[in-house]
């Protein structure tokens, strides 16, 4: 079964530029989650899909972040403009429940996107 | 925010010694999961443990669960150099009104010396 796909692993950029990461969940997983993980933290939920709909969004930074996941499938994370505490890893996830409400069990992680803002 | 937090920060043992690593949360919760992080590398899965369990096995990993203390733990036997990782509790805190996310805390780094 594949996993969690991301691209691009690496990206550089200057400060105030854009970047967008893109994932690919795992096959059938109704559940997409973005996370930011800064060097030395836990990540922190960004916005999380069911379906093509968003469920919480609540510590996603609307004036430079922007997500959306066409028919249900792939995400795409934007950034735009960029800030220098923007530097870190941005985590896509997957997992299967498909209901509003399910309690989740077991997200599935790609391998994670390391930004660097200069 | 961060529900749970993670004790010790780091941790550096031997190899073949048991590694202990704690949690605490703060809120009640529908169920509790660690997750370990290779340097460099995605989130991997070890085990959830709901609210209403107690302990869980799975290999050489043993997790217990207090929710009267609000904490877990989480117990590796027998280290091997490949354990070296972060490790990462997360819990699902309950009456979150249909939007159930995972929150993670800071993690614990464990080194297995050879």
């Given at each position: 079964e594949a996993g969690v796909a991301q691209s691009p692993r690496y990206k550089i950029i200057e400060k105030r530029q854009s970047v967008a990461f893109w994932c690919n969940p795992i096959s059938g997983h109704a559940t997409l989650y973005w996370y930011q993980q800064i060097l030395g933290q836990g990540p922190k939920l960004l916005i999380q899909f069911q379906n093509n709909g968003v469920?919480?969004?609540?510590?996603?930074?609307?004036d430079r972040f922007s997500a959306e996941r066409l028919k249900g499938v792939d995400s795409t994370l934007k950034i735009?403009?960029?800030?220098?505490?923007?530097?870190a890893v941005y985590l896509c996830a997957s997992s299967l429940h498909s209901l509003a409400g399910v309690v989740p069990g077991e997200l599935f992680f790609g391998e994670g996107s390391r930004l660097t803002v200069l | 925010s961060q529900q749970g937090e993670e004790d010790p920060q780091a941790l550096s043992i031997q190899e073949g010694e048991n590694a202990t690593m704690n949690c605490s949360y703060k809120t009640s919760i529908n169920n509790l999961q660690w997750y370990r992080q290779n340097s460099g590398r995605g989130l991997v899965h070890l085990i959830l443990i709901r609210s209403n369990e107690r302990e869980k096995h799975s290999g050489r990993l043993r997790v217990t669960l207090d929710t009267s203390k609000k904490s877990s733990s989480l117990l590796i036997t027998a280290?091997?150099?490949?354990?070296?990782a972060s490790y990462f509790c997360a819990t699902v805190p309950r009456g979150q009104g249909g939007s159930e996310k995972l929150v993670f805390g800071k993690g614990t780094k464990l080194t297995v010396n050879p």
């Open positions: 469920v919480d969004d609540s510590q996603l930074p609307k735009q403009p960029a800030k220098l505490e923007d530097s | 280290s091997r150099a490949a354990d070296t």
